[in-house]
């Protein structure tokens, strides 16, 4: 691996001989190997009302004419219905919507457009785009935290087509609507790009603070047509009509060009390793992507891998770097750098730029550039790990031969059972339809805040209760939404948060509400080092006890750094360089016990229940792991607050007497239940639209609240994020799924591919692998089919 080597860097077989040089075939890591097709462009002729001027610019810029896709929804857009155009990565869905908008623009100095993505960088890509066309009468400006307050009365006062965020309209924008109220009146368009990433509680969230904006816009007069891009999802004018409380048409045939594809599932080899009792480990997934990164970047192939955590993301590009310095490639380890989330913003604008450029080969990210950035000419993609949704994998997959040339997709497998399923079972993969997208927007956890920042925009009168409640398809309420609706408000009023009024509902407080939209815990904790007072960055309040807690290592732009102190009240963590040789991983234990059940039917000595649950949960310690081989060195105990969540949760229950039937007595019962708990967890994201770490479980020989041996799989958000009412309602093939992927691991007595779980409070312990199958076997002969 002495040289960059640019030969062969667009082929893509000839890039996978490369990674696989010196594995001898029946060593092979590589599980199956998807052949997807070159498919043709489908053009359309240009609309004849878009102005010559406009037509032309896209011309100079590459755009010849569009396709066909881009048109229909174009066309739906300039006549005045909202629309959401669900087509895959690189298909030009930008165009969808610059069409009319830029068309309205031209025509009518006065309108306005406003644009929603989930990430800033997305947002100030776009913003480069649209300067880009060079226009006379477009003046496009980003208003986000980035924005100097210097240039914001600018933006508000002659800014014409305005990039921001969801966070930016609900905290700026909305409750300030005064300041904007030219804007808002004037409003013609509203874009909201990436729709598909607004999911679970964010999702409930964003589709509140949506109703909020069209709320304002019609007290100023103005009925902006909604203009949604998404990746290919399921139902997507379901999915956006909820999402924006209106009735939305879909376009959903991709009518772009793409070239061939060899998509490549991959299992990394065990090792000689033994980890947590005695269990076999593989070699870990980061590990495997950073030698493929390095080779890759060898191969003068341009490449994106995708690491589903920020630290994840700092050590591949770190193991990238030190394969290509070991390997005597030394010229080639600056061209090698990590991108996440927490990187102030000039470094996001560095790395963008210079991976745009072609100054850096391989960028090991996470999902932050999963959107669509437009990073054009990538040869090779990687993904680290299973992004928790098909959507999400075939976003992330399609950033591969953007501009039409053929690409390599690698799907390095995890060790653990949902990523293990997914290698061996390709259909679960290439034979499988993608996922709608889950929120809930009456989650009352997420309505009451709302209600409350509406409240503050404008009182909310008896006949807008309608507006925040629905939920339909494409927007329709049956009744129930308004009264969920009243009955929050009504409890705001006994709180004494709101005041009622014939002619509605008051704010009574004298200051806003805080409202983290996100639902990331409050107010970010800053990362500081110690010794120079310098902001390193920051991290997401309900994440800040596991991840930089006292003694934990906490990397930045590859610069490890050692915690040494959390102060939550203040919301600050010190930290200290150090390049300790190990890792480290929070250890929790959690409680639960339920409030009200919801639903629940019996299916002969099967009991299957959903509803209300309150968890209780705590970081209690930390395990430090030796770096590259995931050796665990020893556990150090943490003194850290409890934290208390209500949610929803699917749960199921066996008599005991059932269970020592099977020959399951009640010493063995904690392990099987337990051992089937981690894998039903780890295989739910199957079925809804989460990542493990948006839910969590609990299992117990024995509940207080049932009486009996239960297993609880609970949304890791307030309210609930409609991840367990998904389980519950496929809780037959939930459980078939993951069954299967208990049953198909190689393991002995169980290991990180089928029951050990990276995130249990107990150590793993006690896990019994063949109970848990006694376990599942017994509920699925019960379960109707």
Known sequence: MPTERGAGAHDPDALLQRVLLGVPPDES???????????????APWPDWVPEPVRARFVVRGVSEPWAHQVEAANAAHAGTSVVVATGTASGKSLAYQLPALTMLAGDDRARVLYLSPTKALAQDQRGALTGLELPFLRAATFDGDTPMSERDWVRAHANWVLTNPDMLHRGILPAHGRWSS????LAFVVIDECHTYRGLFGSHVAQVLRRLRRVCAAYGSTPTFVLASATVSAPARSASRLIGAPVAEVTADASPHGARSFVLWEPPLTALRGEHDAPVRRSAGVETARILADLVVEGARTLAFVRSRRGAELTALGAARHLGDAGATALVPRVAAYRAGYLPEERRAVEAALGSGELLGVAATNALELGVDISGLDAVVLAGYPGTLASLWQQAGRAGRSGAGALVVFVARDDPLDTYLVHHPA???????????????????????????????????DEL???????????????????????????????????????????????????IRGTGGRPVSVVESNTGNLIGTVDAGAADSTVHEGAVYLHRGTPFVVDALDLDERVALVRRDDPPWTTTARDVTDIAIVQTLTSRRHGPLEVAFGTVDVTHQVVGYLRRRLGTGELIDETPLDLPPRELRTSAVWYTLPQDLLDGAGLDMMSVPGAVHAAEHAA???????????????????????????????FVYDGHPGGAGFAERGHAALASWLTATREAIA??????????????????NGNEPLDKAGALIVLDLVLAELPG
């Open 29 to 43: 890591p590589v599980t199956h190997v998807e052949s997807l097709p070159a498919r043709a462009a489908v053009p």
């Open 744 to 761: 198909a691991c190689e393991c002995p007595s169980g290991c990180p591919s089928c029951v050990q779980s990276p995130k249990c409070g």
């Open 428 to 462: 679960a993969v290439f034979g499988r339809p993608v996922e709608a997208t889950v929120f809930d927007p009456q989650n009352p956890y997420v309505l009451a805040p709302q209600l409350c920042c509406a409240a503050v925009e404008a009182p909310i009168r008896p």
């Open 466 to 516: 309608a507006a925040f409640s629905s939920t339909g398809d494409n927007g329709s309420d049956n009744g129930d939404g308004v009264t969920a609706v009243r009955a929050v408000l009504d409890d705001l009023v006994a709180r004494g948060v709101l005041r009622r009024r014939p002619a509605g509902w008051f704010w009574t407080q004298h200051e806003r509400p805080d409202v983290d």
């Open 681 to 711: 967890i780890g295989l739910l994201p199957l079925f809804a639209t989460c990542d493990r770490w948006d839910i969590g479980g609990v299992s117990t020989a024995l509940h207080p609240d049932t009486g009996r041996p239960t297993v």
């Open 183 to 186: 804007f808002l009146r004037r």
